[in-house]
């Protein structure tokens, strides 16, 4: 049977997604940041970069655990609003932070390592977000496609360990993110494995 078209879908999930930034914009104009604002902001903008990253890596798992094909259906704006969210999480550092002078932003990269694996992560992303289109994946083609978006895995996995080496002492929180990711990446190699032993036990044609 086919599953129904949902046509408000995708809007519902852009509306939730852009609401914590909408709410970081109030809390903003309000004054109710604290008293680091760009911290704040470059919290909030990261944990969230993760949160949508994440969640666009859950949607293959949650059709094969459970047959549902709506996180199919919304899987690249999830992704789309992951990579706006890191965009935002850098600009915020080299814009309201560093001013964009370039020499202390390049001695950051060079000194912390956690701001380097980020900086990795999102030039991750950067691909993913360009060949989202289904334009893209005709260009490429299925299969290189769907091998190229595996690097959302290490972006996010990059984007754990951003996390906790910014957060150094309660690490609680990215580490759930990280055992999160892990089952993802279980489910995804259970499934590979069981496609595998399909494809072999197939019968030939004569």
Same mark, same amino acid.
Request: with cysteine; glycine share 8%.
């Given at each position: !049977?086919?599953?129904?078209?949902? $046509?408000?879908? &995708? $809007? @519902?999930?852009l509306?939730?997604? =852009?609401?914590? /930034?909408?709410?970081?914009?109030?809390?903003?104009?309000?004054? *109710?940041?604290?008293p &680091?604002?760009?911290?704040?902001?470059? &919290?909030? *903008?990261?944990?969230?970069?993760?949160?949508?990253?994440?969640?666009?890596?859950?949607?293959? $798992?949650?059709?094969?655990?459970? +047959?549902?094909?709506?996180?199919?259906?919304?899987?690249?704006?999830?992704?789309? !609003?992951?990579?706006?969210?890191?965009?935002?999480?850098? =600009?915020?550092? @080299?814009?309201?932070?560093?001013?964009?002078?370039?020499?202390?932003?390049?001695?950051?990269?060079?000194?912390?390592?956690? #701001?380097?694996?980020?900086? #990795?992560? /999102?030039?991750?992303?950067v691909?993913? @977000?360009?060949?989202? *289109?289904?334009?893209?994946?005709?260009?490429? +083609?299925?299969?290189?496609?769907?091998?190229?978006? %595996?690097?959302?895995? =290490?972006?996010?996995?990059?984007?754990?360990?951003?996390?906790?080496?910014?957060?150094?002492?309660?690490?609680?929180?990215?580490?759930?993110?990280?055992?999160?990711?892990?089952?993802?990446?279980?489910?995804?190699?259970?499934?590979?494995?069981?496609?595998? %032993?399909? *494809?072999?036990?197939?019968?030939?044609?004569?």
């Open positions: !049977m086919a599953s129904p078209p949902l $046509p408000w879908l &995708n $809007p @519902a999930v509306v939730g997604g =852009l609401a914590p /930034l909408a709410l970081l914009a109030v809390q903003g104009a309000q004054g *109710t940041l604290g &680091n604002v760009i911290e704040a902001v470059l &919290n909030q *903008t990261g944990l969230l970069a993760l949160v949508f990253l994440v969640g666009s890596l859950a949607c293959t $798992p949650l059709k094969l655990l459970f +047959g549902w094909t709506w996180p199919i259906r919304v899987r690249k704006l999830v992704g789309l !609003m992951a990579f706006g969210y890191a965009v935002l999480h850098f =600009l915020t550092y @080299a814009v309201a932070d560093q001013g964009l002078a370039l020499r202390p932003i390049l001695e950051d990269i060079t000194k912390r390592k956690f #701001i380097a694996v980020g900086l #990795i992560a /999102l030039v991750l992303l691909p993913l @977000a360009v060949t989202s *289109t289904n334009a893209a994946v005709r260009r490429l +083609g299925f299969p290189a496609w769907k091998r190229l978006h %595996r690097l959302g895995y =290490l972006a996010a996995a990059l984007g754990v360990i951003h996390f906790v080496w910014r957060v150094k002492q309660d690490v609680t929180e990215p580490f759930i993110y990280g055992a999160v990711l892990t089952v993802l990446l279980g489910i995804r190699a259970v499934e590979a494995v069981r496609k595998r %032993r399909r *494809t072999r036990e197939a019968p030939r044609p004569a």
